[in-house]
């Protein structure tokens, strides 16, 4: 779901829940005796109902298994460590391997799937992709000791910003590659 | 009970002091993040972990004081474990503090391992700090047991958590707060341990230098703070069953079958619900990945099901007076349910993908800790100053609660907005990928500013009666 729908959609909630609870309010001024007792089972079912539905239709789409039944175009391989990622297209096991592919600019096919094969040389960090028009659209942790394999296929061409997501130390915020998908 | 007065008049002291001050923290961390002022990074990222153990610590202990005190209502409440719980807690703050500011600690509530290794910062501020949580750990479980044996000793441990009325008995009866309690009380107890053993692994490698796997000990580390703060938010709500009937002029809440049903399922579901601080981990089971976005959604459903819709109906047409303490329970489970909303929107794992670290999540966690939680523990103060001095703070009812609910909501407001545009949080200066950044930090500060007052004139109204219970029950 796209940022701004869920924005929207806790938005139009929140005036509901808000609406519900100033009605309540004032109608305390005016006092009754009154029971809403039996509300309450058909209150219950509906937040079943919309618990049920918002879980069925939300459940299946998870990002671990994105493009899994295509081959990736590329694979790069991601090491991160503070405070810079280093990017490639070769496997990075070593320090110097890892300080070779600093500062590379890769570019990245437009329209095909690309494997992320992200990890870390020390602490945990995040690799946040964020779109030419500086929005995330897709990220996954880099963990020391594990490679976590982010598929993602790149619909926009521009320049994209891999930003650091999880906090890694002082110059965390600093954390950042830039790679060109055309 | 004096004693117990006074301890409780004595937590409330400490938690009304401490509190403005942490809220002072966060307002210069978003005057940093927009542009205002020019901290250091470390200086910063030092008033963060400052910020949110403050705020997280403050607020659990507030939440259990608040039980400990009601909970004399049904048990023989024991002073001391609380009494040592409150001495561990200034033992383990005083380690805390010197830690962060003088060892200049920096890695965050979250110590997420292995970061406080690589951290700069001095060799003996990891120890302080691992001895700080250790202190803080302590104190807290043995407070925690003590609750309990308290419960067991009157309630065997099937009518505390209510099973007789599972099946339709409605004798004997268990108040709500007991069952609420229980269930509160023993989801902590594996938060404990998990907190144990992640302190142990910690100083295993400090001390042995033994390396440890980062998925478990991530593991480990939300399991006790997402399950500790889950906690803390229950103490509140058995605050709030317990008072505010009471306070509509109502009779007391019973313990039906659909409340026991739901609290018993609260104790479950609080226990597998952490593991959506791990969704971006794809390294983590899939499976669990599937558990932690349906229990995150079945978790609320209880706490829609039965608690707003308990305190709707007890305010609808009752007739209320509305004073402070009311006014605090009412909005605070309105923000709940919103914060819920906003949470819950975050733990579908496909929305996670693209908010995870982001401000939407302190957006929501601000929301129902700032406005929720919070605001449960101050309606339990407002009304124990009322019942030690008569003095229900009537003057301060309009300046309190609309520079409280008004500056809360816009500072939230703008964390939610962030959070939409992809602003990430824990980030001492927005990069230029989002500018936006730095102009909501602002619109928040300026909102916290609001709440900030609203707290200095309650605490000042606060401390001064408590004073009073302290020096009266001890002269």
Aim: charged share 10%; net charge positive.
């Amino acid at each position: 779901m796209p940022q701004s729908t869920i924005l929207l959609l806790f938005s139009l909630g929140a005036l509901v829940i808000a609406g519900v609870f100033w009605w309540v309010w004032r109608s305390s001024y005016q006092p009754v005796s009154v029971s809403v007792e039996p509300l309450r089972r058909w209150i219950f079912v509906a937040i079943l109902l919309f618990v049920g539905a918002f879980t069925a239709l939300t459940l299946w789409r998870m990002p671990y298994f994105l493009y899994a039944e295509e081959l990736p175009e590329r694979v790069i391989h991601v090491v991160s460590r503070q405070f810079a990622f280093a990017l490639s297209e070769r496997p990075i096991e070593t320090d110097a391997e890892y300080a070779a592919a600093l500062g590379q600019t890769l570019e990245l096919p437009l329209g095909k799937v690309v494997e992320f094969r992200v990890t870390s040389f020390d602490v945990n960090h995040g690799f946040a992709l964020y779109s030419p028009d500086g929005r995330i659209i897709a990220q996954v942790q880099a963990m020391p000791g594990y490679i976590n394999r982010l598929r993602w296929r790149f619909d926009q061409p521009g320049e994209y910003v891999a930003q650091c997501l999880e906090y890694c130390g002082a110059a965390h915020a600093n954390m950042q590659a830039r790679f060109v998908v055309r | 009970m004096k004693a117990l007065d006074r301890i409780t008049a004595a937590w409330i002291i400490t938690v009304t002091l401490v509190f403005p001050i942490a809220i002072l923290l966060g307002i210069l961390m978003r005057l940093n993040q927009a542009n205002v002022l020019e901290l250091s990074p470390l200086t910063f990222y030092s008033f963060m972990t400052a910020h949110g153990l403050l705020m997280v610590g403050i607020w659990f202990v507030m939440s259990m004081a608040g039980v400990s005190y009601l909970l004399q209502r049904y048990v023989e409440v024991r002073v001391w474990p609380i009494t040592f719980g409150y001495v561990l807690t200034l033992v383990g703050v005083v380690l805390l503090l010197a830690a962060i500011f003088g060892g200049g600690f920096h890695t965050g509530w979250y110590f997420l391992y292995p970061l406080p290794f690589y951290a700069r910062t001095e060799e003996w501020a990891t120890m302080a700090f691992l001895l700080s949580l250790g202190s803080l750990g302590v104190g807290w479980f043995v407070w925690s047991l003590g609750l309990l044996v308290a419960i067991l000793r009157k309630y065997p441990l099937t009518r505390a958590l209510a099973w007789h009325h599972l099946v339709g008995k409605s004798e004997p009866e268990t108040p709500p707060f007991i069952l609420i309690s229980t269930t509160t009380l023993l989801g902590l107890v594996p938060a404990f341990v998990a907190a144990v053993i992640l302190l142990g692994l910690f100083f295993m490698e400090y001390l042995g230098g033994v390396k440890q796997d980062a998925l478990l000990m991530k593991n480990l580390t939300f399991y006790f703070g997402h399950t500790l703060v889950n906690e803390m938010l229950y103490f509140g709500i058995a605050a709030l069953y317990e008072l505010f009937p009471a306070l509509a002029g109502k009779p007391p809440y019973r313990t039906k079958p659909f409340v026991a049903l739901a609290w018993n399922l609260v104790l479950v579901v609080v226990w597998t619900a952490y593991f959506h601080h791990l969704y971006m981990d794809f390294v983590q089971p899939t499976v669990l990945q599937y558990v932690g976005q349906l229990a995150s959604w079945i978790a609320p459903i209880p706490a829609i099901a039965v608690t707003t819709f308990s305190v709707l109906g007890t305010v609808y047409r009752s007739g209320m007076k509305w004073w402070l303490a009311p006014t605090f329970f009412f909005t605070g489970v309105m923000f709940w349910i919103i914060g819920g909303l906003g949470a819950i929107l975050d733990a579908i794992v496909a929305n996670n993908f693209v908010l995870h670290n982001t401000l939407w999540v302190p957006a929501h966690f601000h929301t129902y800790n700032l406005l929720g939680n919070v605001l449960f523990s101050l309606g339990f103060i407002t009304w124990f100053v009322r019942e030690q001095s008569g003095d229900d703070g009537s003057r301060l009812y309009r300046p309190v609660a609309t520079l409280y609910l008004l500056g809360g909501a816009g500072f939230v407001a703008a964390f939610y907005i962030a959070g939409s545009l992809s602003v990430m949080r824990r980030v001492d200066k927005y990069p230029e990928l989002v500018a936006s950044g730095g102009v909501l930090a602002l619109v928040g500060a300026l909102f916290a500013v609001l709440v900030l007052a609203a707290v200095a004139i309650y605490t000042v109204h606060v401390v001064r009666r408590c004073w009073r219970v302290l020096v009266a029950a001890s002269s």
